[in-house]
């Protein structure tokens, strides 16, 4: 009689990992809507290579995903308007800085807040509210972490 070698037992733990994992992988694509699919290339041979060359375009589109944002203030996230605020500059960018801050209706923000819903880095967005300051667009009240900024001109929704 030939003997067999017995498969290896996957756990139903590795396997609620592993969906997980890939999920997770999943999630991150879709909040990256900039990266170029030669950076993805890059990452094949990284940690998670593996699961990303079997993650299908399908999946980043259709896959359905439960995920727990954590709790903010204000308005929804606008995943649309956040890549093309990440995309913009000058006018252009200081318009979305000034509707995220108008989005609070009235109230103050401060800058994490704005950074979560327009993006770019630090310097960027100082560099959006210095303007809008200056413009008499933005008030800014405080110093440092305790800065707030708020709209000089009535909210209308």
């Known amino acids: ?7 290896p037992q996957i756990s139903a733990l590795e396997i609620i990992l592993n969906e ?3 999920k997770a992988l999943v999630a991150v694509l879709r909040a990256r809507p900039d990266l170029t699919l030669a950076n993805l290339q890059d990452c094949f041979g990284g940690r998670y290579g593996d699961t990303l060359r079997t993650i299908t375009v399908r999946e980043l589109i259709e896959t359905d995903m439960h995920v727990e944002l954590p709790v903010v203030s204000g308005p929804a996230i606008d995943r649309a308007i956040l890549a093309y605020a990440m995309r913009s500059n ?3 960018y200081d318009a979305l800085v000034l509707d995220a801050v108008a989005s609070a209706g009235g109230g103050a923000v401060s800058a994490s807040y704005l950074r979560v819903r327009v993006g770019g880095p630090r310097w960027k967005l100082q560099g959006s509210l210095r303007r809008l300051v200056e413009a008499g667009l933005v008030a800014r009240n405080g110093v440092t972490s305790s800065t707030r900024y708020r709209p000089t001109a009535p909210v209308t929704n």
């Open 1 to 7: 009689m030939k003997q067999t070698t017995p498969m």
């Open 90 to 92: 000058g006018e252009a």
């Open 20 to 22: 997980a994992q890939r």
